[in-house]
């Protein structure tokens, strides 16, 4: 069975950097993929990177491309979420994610595991 557990959130001032990790644990199928997701206070939770659990491909969505990426080792565990520049608006919580998604989609529905989430706060 597999299990994910998020952490590394924190308060930050805008401009900073924070480093999330999602540990893993149990066997991931080969068309796998780690996702995470941010969900802004009172907002839907949205898709904003993912990577192939196989061969470490990612993808990013527009709100962060170039300001946040994922990392791992050789391990494949943990898969970290470096978020640099951060703003106001990327305040809230932040889920990682597991599911059958060859195409490194970010739509909730490709993921069927997911972590309890750990709350970041970007705040002047």
């Known amino acids: 069975q597999v299990q994910l557990v998020e952490s590394g959130g924190g308060s930050v001032h805008p401009g900073g950097s924070l480093r999330l990790s999602c540990s893993v644990s149990?066997?991931?199928?080969?068309?796998?993929?780690i996702g995470w997701f941010h969900q802004a206070p009172g907002k839907e939770r949205e898709g904003i990177a993912a990577?192939?659990?196989?061969?470490?491909?990612?993808y990013y969505s527009d709100a962060v491309e170039g300001r946040f990426s994922i990392a791992r080792d050789a391990a494949k565990s943990p898969v970290f979420l470096l978020m640099d520049d951060l703003r106001l608006e990327d305040t809230g919580l932040y889920y990682c994610?597991?599911?059958?998604?060859?195409?490194?989609?970010?739509?909730?529905?490709?993921?069927?595991?997911w972590g309890q989430g750990t709350q970041v706060t970007v705040t002047s």
């Open positions: 994610a597991t599911g059958d998604n060859l195409e490194l989609r970010l739509s909730e529905q490709v993921y069927d595991t």
């Open positions: 149990g066997k991931l199928g080969e068309h796998y993929a």
């Open positions: 990577m192939s659990h196989s061969d470490g491909t990612t």
